[in-house]
Each structure stands twice: as structure tokens, then as C-alpha cells.
């Protein structure tokens, strides 16, 4: 009887622990999801659209900048600004490390986009990224954002 039970046990973790890796993956596929609506959201200047990606007492903390604490301040960061010579046509995020433990996560990775002109002329820029993502009310958000910019090689 014994080697029965502990087939079965043996059986149920099995079972379990299959069922915490598929819920991971999901979870793991809910945050990209919101780092690619970010990167749209950024590309088409909706600043709505952005803040409905943070928490609503997120941080972040910009290049060289100090840090910029709840919805007005993140808001007033990423509005468009008249008359800037500069806007993004295209963002992306590659993701290195991203680390759950029950509704926090950790997302550690780069980004990289083109900006451009009035007059067509385009710019490559990259940096590095670490984000906490917080999960409220099932939604996974950005509690702190934090990022810098890296030297683009000569020739992109």
C-alpha cells in the first residue's frame, strides 16, 4: 500500500507543479504584452494609453533625471511637446531576465528604437531597462521604471 500512496503523491506533484510552470508562463505573457502596448503607446505619443501601463503610484527614474514620483509628474515626462524637433517612429523591448514572486515582478532587459524629424531624418537610439511590475486587480503595471541610454555603434 505504501508504494501506492506514494506513487499518487509523487503523481500530484507532478501534476502541480505543471500547473504552476503553464501559470507562469501566462503571467510571463501578460507583462510582455504590456511592454509591447508601452512601445506602441510611446511610438503614437498617447500619454493615456502609457499611464493606463503604470501603477497609480509608480516612480520612474529617466537618464539623468531624478526621480519623478506618481501619475502628474510620469504624466507631464512622457507628453508630447510642442515644437520638439525629434519624435519616435519605432520602440521595442528585448527582455534578459524577468523574475516573478506571487504579484511582483522583475523585468531586466534593453530597448531600442528610431527616432525622427520633420524633414525625414531618422536616429537610432538603445539603452538598458529595469522595471517592477506590480500585479493590480489582475493587471499586471509598472511600479518603478528605470532606464539609461547606451552609445549606438557607429553606422545604425
Not at 510552470?21 to 506602441?40: L, P
Not at 522583475?106 to 531597462?129: K, L
Request: hydrophobic fraction near 45%; charged fraction near 25%; aromatic fraction near 10%.
Amino acid at each position: 500500500m505504501r508504494p501506492f500512496i506514494a506513487f499518487i503523491f509523487c503523481v500530484c506533484l507532478a501534476l502541480s507543479m505543471d500547473a504552476r510552470a503553464e501559470d507562469m508562463h501566462a503571467e510571463k505573457a501578460a507583462i510582455q504584452a504590456q511592454a509591447v502596448a508601452f512601445s506602441r503607446a510611446y511610438v503614437a505619443g498617447d500619454t493615456d494609453a502609457l499611464m493606463a501601463i503604470y501603477a497609480p503610484d509608480a516612480s520612474i527614474v529617466p537618464t539623468n533625471r531624478p526621480i519623478l514620483r506618481g501619475t502628474d509628474n510620469i504624466r507631464a515626462y512622457w507628453a508630447p511637446r510642442d515644437g520638439a524637433k525629434w519624435h519616435p517612429v519605432d520602440h521595442k523591448t528585448t527582455t534578459t531576465e524577468l523574475t516573478i514572486h506571487g504579484d511582483v515582478a522583475t523585468d531586466i532587459g534593453y530597448f531600442e528604437g528610431v527616432s525622427a524629424d520633420m524633414e525625414g531624418n531618422t536616429r537610432a537610439f538603445r539603452g538598458a531597462y529595469l522595471i517592477t511590475w506590480r500585479k493590480i486587480d489582475g493587471v499586471w503595471r509598472m511600479q518603478h521604471d528605470m532606464w539609461n541610454s547606451l552609445k549606438v555603434p557607429d553606422g545604425d
